[in-house]
């Protein structure tokens, strides 16, 4: 149904993700299609080349998705559209299994476990000493044994790339990041999150450390964690 103050996007339906950036939306169709549009009123056209998306994810202009093959494809939003006329292919990865996009790197999780990202040059590296990941946010991983693992935004910062979250007691379940906040769900179902003050909700103070946050009610039921709300 129509709700006031909002409107239906034209030329979108069987919506199965939603992926927001700056000033565009993409939607991940059933058939895996992907559609982009501009948040000022466009209809919602398909992006060339991800027929077989699996995934979909946006930051500021940029917006990558995942394909069935394991194969990634990115683009950036021009200044008056919602999507560039061609996808660029990752050929360096071809087994994707999850994306992550962060303000200086984006990465993604191998299906051997091992994470590789990449700047916006598209130069790739690989982030060593995580064991098993099985989950990204961001700059930081959650591990098999449920730790979380965070390393620097920059190839040129990477001496010691992993450190270990301290604070967060207990195994985590899933991560979420949304710019410099990142958020994890521990299996009791609490919500613990750090990052910068400009990212944080106005009523928290920066936390270097993680501390606890309210979650939706539904949170201990799921491992399903979003920190769009930020």
């Known amino acids: 149904p129509d709700v006031p103050g909002r409107r239906r996007v034209e030329g979108v339906a069987a919506a199965q993700e939603l992926a927001v950036g700056r000033a565009h939306a993409c939607a991940r169709t059933e058939s895996g299609a992907v559609l982009c549009w501009d948040l000022a009123g466009a209809p919602g056209r398909a992006?060339?080349?991800?027929?077989?998306?699996?995934?979909?994810?946006?930051?500021?202009?940029?917006?990558?998705?995942?394909?069935?093959?394991?194969?990634?494809?990115?683009?950036?939003?021009?200044?008056?559209?919602?999507?560039?006329?061609?996808?660029?292919?990752?050929?360096?990865?071809?087994d994707a299994v999850e994306l992550s996009l962060g303000e200086q790197q984006d990465c993604a999780r191998r299906r051997a476990g091992e994470v590789l990202c990449w700047d916006a040059p598209l130069h790739p590296w690989r982030v060593d000493g995580l064991a098993a990941v099985r989950g990204l946010a961001g700059s930081c991983a959650v591990q098999e044994d449920g730790v979380v693992a965070c390393w620097c935004d920059a190839p040129g910062r990477l001496s010691d790339p992993l450190t270990?979250?301290?604070?967060?007691?207990g195994p985590v379940r899933a991560l979420a990041s949304s710019r410099d906040l990142v958020c994890g769900l521990r299996a009791g179902g609490e919500m613990m999150c750090w990052g910068d003050a400009w990212a944080m909700p106005h009523d928290v103070a920066p936390m270097a450390r993680p501390q606890a946050m309210a979650a939706p009610a539904s949170s201990a039921d799921g491992a399903v964690l979003d920190a769009s709300f930020v």
């Open 47 to 94: 992006v060339p080349e991800t027929g077989d998306a699996t995934a979909v994810h946006a930051l500021g202009d940029r917006t990558c998705v995942l394909h069935r093959s394991g194969g990634v494809s990115c683009w950036s939003r021009k200044a008056s559209q919602a999507m560039a006329a061609t996808p660029t292919t990752l050929p360096w990865l071809t």
């Open 164 to 169: 270990a979250v301290e604070g967060l007691a």
